[in-house]
Every structure is written in structure tokens, then in C-alpha cells.
């Protein structure tokens, strides 16, 4: 690839040269690895959350009784867990042996978490398996530790899928980069008011922003697809998660 040119900034004005944290550095390498070497794609969804929003307000402070300080985001994660569970090309890697794919019979999510020190992805294991509150718990103490530089390695490590969500921040919707081994991330933005037509009437639904890249080596259009379709009907009804 050609490289960019050095450039001398200083000459069209004042500038000021910080170095790279080790994490920034750590960043820089592996996004660019993954950007080259995966050919992504990336399909956008919106859904519904108009009931999960309600619910979540329903229970938010017999949640904070409880200690739980309830999002959207364990919700998302609950709903992507369950479809990774019912859809095993995005639980799944390309083995470096370029012959076989790896598919898993574990569901671990990695976190994207905005810290000051630059960008960390902790990783909920086993996500399949646990509550909304148990979610909750586990991501707000991992993303507290990712603040505060006390992750170990190993919870650093196995992502199988994972989750971008600038619910928090905003935004209309970006192209989250797929953290290779991982075959696919979800990318969530901050979700909106918008009238959306009933049949007879337009009606206010919240709606959230849903981006789904994935690497079309091991995933086709139809089968993210029909993954994103999943996750949009769980999201837009969370009774369904319990089927
Ligand atoms: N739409 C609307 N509101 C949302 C939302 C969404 N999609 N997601 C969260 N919110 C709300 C929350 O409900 C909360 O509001 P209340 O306090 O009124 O309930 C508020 O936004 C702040 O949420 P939060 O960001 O503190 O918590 P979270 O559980 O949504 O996210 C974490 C936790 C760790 C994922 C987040 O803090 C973070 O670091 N996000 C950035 C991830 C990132 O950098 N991604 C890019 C990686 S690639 O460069």
C-alpha cells in the first residue's frame, strides 16, 4: 500500500504533538488489520423499541433498588445473544488454515467502552446464559474496570460477537470495523421519535438505529439479512425473548 507522506504541519500553523497511548497504538494496528484484510459490508435496521423503552422505564427504579442501573444496551445484548444462538454464521470464525469455519457452541459479547486511555472491548462470556439484570451488572463493572485500566487479559478475550452501541453519545448511524477473528459486529446509535405509518394513521415510535457489518467471506447478504430481521423482532417485542 502507498504510504501517506510526512507532512511538516507546523509550517501552515501552531500545532501540538502528543504521543500515542499504548492502547491508542494497539487500536491503530488492529483496526487497520481488520480494515484490510476483511471485506466488509454493512446492512442498517431501525427498531422499534417503543415497548422495551416503556418496560425499561417500568422497571428502571425497582432495578436501581436492586443495584442495576437499567439501558437499552443489556436488552441488546440479551436480544443479540439469543440470535447468535439461532443464527451460527455470525457466531462463528474463518480458521487461519483458510479451509474451515469455526463455529461455536459458546455466545461471548465484547463491549466497545469509550475511555479516556482510547477504545477497549471487554467480553461478556457465556451472554446466552444470563438475565437482563445479570447483563446490566457485568457490563456497567466491566466498562468501570476498562475506565480504570483493571482489566485482566482474560476478560479481554474471546469475544465470539460484538457490540459498538454510541447510544449514549448519538448519532444517526455509522460502519462499526469487524474485530476480526469475529466475523460481525453491531453497531447502535441513539434511538429517535420518528411517525411511522400504522395502516391508517402515523404514529410516534421510538425507534433505534441498528448497523450490522459483517466480513462477506463468511456471511452472506441473506444471512444478515434474516439476522438483522431477528434482532429487529426481538428488540420490538422482548416477550420474544423469552420463546
Ligand atoms: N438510544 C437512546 N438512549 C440511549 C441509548 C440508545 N441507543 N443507549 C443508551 N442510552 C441512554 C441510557 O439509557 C442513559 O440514559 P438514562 O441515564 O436516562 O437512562 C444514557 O443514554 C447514557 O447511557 P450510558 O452510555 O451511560 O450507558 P450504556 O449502557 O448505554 O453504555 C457503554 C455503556 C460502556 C457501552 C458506554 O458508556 C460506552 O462506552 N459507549 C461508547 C462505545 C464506543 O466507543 N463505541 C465505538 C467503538 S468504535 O470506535
Not at 439501558?71 to 439461532?86: G, H, Q, Y
Given at each position: 500500500?502507498?504510504?501517506?507522506?510526512?507532512?511538516?504541519?507546523?509550517?501552515?500553523?501552531?500545532?501540538?504533538?502528543?504521543?500515542?497511548?499504548?492502547?491508542?497504538?494497539?487500536?491503530?494496528?488492529?483496526?487497520?488489520?481488520?480494515?484490510?484484510?476483511?471485506?466488509?459490508?454493512?446492512?442498517?435496521?431501525?427498531?422499534?423499541?417503543?415497548?422495551?423503552?416503556?418496560?425499561?422505564?417500568?422497571?428502571?427504579?425497582?432495578a436501581l433498588k436492586s443495584g442495576v442501573k437499567l439501558t437499552p444496551l443489556p436488552f441488546l445484548?440479551?436480544?443479540?445473544?439469543?440470535?447468535?444462538?439461532?443464527?451460527?454464521?455470525?457466531?462463528?470464525?474463518?480458521?487461519?488454515?483458510?479451509?474451515?469455519?469455526?463455529?461455536?457452541?459458546?455466545?461471548?459479547?465484547?463491549?466497545?467502552?469509550?475511555?479516556?486511555?482510547?477504545?477497549?472491548?471487554?467480553?461478556?462470556?457465556?451472554?446466552?446464559?444470563?438475565s437482563v439484570y445479570a447483563l446490566s451488572i457485568e457490563a456497567a463493572e466491566l466498562a468501570a474496570?476498562?475506565?480504570?485500566?483493571?482489566?485482566?487479559?482474560?476478560?479481554?478475550?474471546?469475544?465470539?460477537?460484538?457490540?459498538?452501541?454510541?447510544?449514549?453519545?448519538?448519532?444517526?448511524?455509522?460502519?462499526?470495523?469487524?474485530?476480526?477473528?469475529?466475523?460481525?459486529?453491531?453497531?447502535?446509535?441513539?434511538?429517535?421519535?420518528?411517525?411511522?405509518?400504522?395502516?391508517?394513521?402515523?404514529?410516534?415510535?421510538?425507534?433505534?438505529?441498528?448497523?450490522?457489518?459483517?466480513?462477506?467471506?463468511?456471511?452472506?447478504?441473506?444471512?444478515?439479512?434474516?439476522?438483522?430481521?431477528?434482532?429487529?423482532?426481538?428488540?420490538?417485542?422482548?416477550?420474544?425473548?423469552?420463546l
Amino acid at each position: 500500500i502507498p504510504a501517506i507522506p510526512a507532512v511538516d504541519f507546523s509550517q501552515f500553523g501552531e500545532i501540538e504533538k502528543v504521543k500515542l497511548s499504548k492502547i491508542d497504538k494497539l487500536t491503530r494496528d488492529n483496526m487497520a488489520r481488520c480494515w484490510l484484510n476483511i471485506p466488509h459490508v454493512t446492512q442498517f435496521d431501525d427498531a422499534d423499541i417503543t415497548e422495551l423503552e416503556a418496560f425499561r422505564k417500568e422497571v428502571k427504579d425497582e432495578a436501581l433498588k436492586s443495584g442495576v442501573k437499567l439501558t437499552p444496551l443489556p436488552f441488546l445484548i440479551k436480544a443479540a445473544a439469543l440470535a447468535l444462538t439461532r443464527h451460527q454464521k455470525f457466531n462463528a470464525s474463518l480458521d487461519a488454515d483458510g479451509e474451515h469455519i469455526v463455529y461455536k457452541k459458546y455466545v461471548n459479547i465484547g463491549l466497545a467502552v469509550d475511555t479516556p486511555n482510547g477504545l477497549m472491548v471487554p467480553v461478556i462470556k457465556d451472554a446466552d446464559k444470563k438475565s437482563v439484570y445479570a447483563l446490566s451488572i457485568e457490563a456497567a463493572e466491566l466498562a468501570a474496570k476498562a475506565k480504570d485500566r483493571k482489566l485482566k487479559p482474560n476478560e479481554m478475550q474471546g469475544a465470539c460477537f460484538t457490540i459498538s452501541s454510541l447510544g449514549g453519545i448519538g448519532g444517526k448511524g455509522f460502519t462499526p470495523i469487524v474485530n476480526a477473528p469475529e466475523v460481525a459486529i453491531l453497531g447502535v446509535s441513539k434511538a429517535d421519535i420518528q411517525p411511522r405509518w400504522n395502516g391508517q394513521t402515523f404514529e410516534p415510535r421510538l425507534m433505534l438505529p441498528l448497523c450490522l457489518s459483517y466480513d462477506h467471506r463468511a456471511i452472506n447478504g441473506g444471512d444478515a439479512g434474516r439476522f438483522l430481521t431477528e434482532l429487529n423482532a426481538l428488540l420490538s417485542d422482548i416477550r420474544r425473548l423469552l420463546l
